[in-house]
């Protein structure tokens, strides 16, 4: 099959593994959600994966109040290797291989991320689920995300969530919200539009990595990696 992209980091937020709850691991939402990742790689795409915490534990939330950020931070930080190993189980039931490469060093838990031994095992077809954040408290899953899409050369970042793309509005709140197709970077940052927080942001913008913006379920993801137009792209320029 054709694919537009040959290999991408997903970026999932925590809470698309709670379901209804949005607390905690849910397994049949685990379910689903590998479900869509494994029909991606069945297309032939190599796949870095990058998965928040924010159902377990979020630094910023009111149960982090008056606790020191970079506590709060490292608490989230473990709370995404939590939700590695869900993933990571319920993938390799559903036969794709993985490996769960932390930040934080935890070598009874999984392996440490070495960006080369990363590179290595995404050639050998092995979806790399990116754990511990950065490894470093005041940045999120988002510029984890960033980070890793670039080290490991992938050709696009997805970000899969709730909602199917950028709007200008919130779509729940605002039944008139429209959506975009394509962005520049320029034009999310005068917009506002918070599709990332800044410093993830930054970062893409910095390096020219592109991002989309699209649905978790329904089969977005392989729409996107075949090139077909769904969700919202944000690149440098257009074409
Ligand atoms: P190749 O070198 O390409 O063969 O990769 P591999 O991951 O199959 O080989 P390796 O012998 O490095 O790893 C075998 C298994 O041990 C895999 O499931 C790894 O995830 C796991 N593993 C490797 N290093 C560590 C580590 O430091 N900690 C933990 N917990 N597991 C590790």
Redesign the pocket.
């Known amino acids: 099959m054709e694919l537009k992209y040959r290999r991408v980091l997903l970026k999932l937020s925590g809470e698309a593994l709670a379901g209804e709850n949005r607390i905690g691991i849910d397994p049949e939402t685990v379910r689903d959600v590998c479900g869509e990742i494994g029909q991606a790689l069945e297309m032939g795409v190599e796949m870095a994966l990058v998965i928040g915490g924010g159902n377990i534990f979020r630094g910023l939330q009111p149960s982090a109040r008056g606790m020191a950020r970079a506590n709060a931070d490292y608490m989230g930080m473990l709370a995404t290797v939590l939700n590695a190993l869900a993933v990571q189980d319920m993938l390799e039931k559903q036969g794709h291989p993985t490996?769960?490469l932390s930040a934080i060093r935890?070598?009874?838990?999984?392996?440490?991320f070495i960006r080369r031994?990363a590179l290595?095992?995404l050639e050998?077809g092995?979806v790399v689920i990116c754990a511990g954040g950065t490894g470093n408290p005041y940045f999120t899953t988002d510029t984890t995300a960033a980070l890793r899409g670039m080290e490991l050369k992938c050709d696009i970042i997805i970000k899969a969530t709730k909602v199917d793309g950028i709007y200008d509005k919130d779509p729940v709140k605002y039944p008139d919200a429209h959506k975009f197709g394509r962005l520049n970077y320029d034009e999310v940052l005068e917009r506002r539009l918070g599709v990332m927080d800044s410093t993830a942001f930054a970062l893409l913008r910095d390096n020219n990595m592109p991002v989309v913006v699209c649905k978790m379920f329904g089969g977005d993801i392989c729409r996107v990696i075949e090139g077909k137009d769904v969700g919202t792209i944000v690149i440098k320029a257009f074409a």
């Open positions: 490996r769960v935890m070598q009874e838990i999984c392996e440490p031994r290595r095992h050998k092995r």
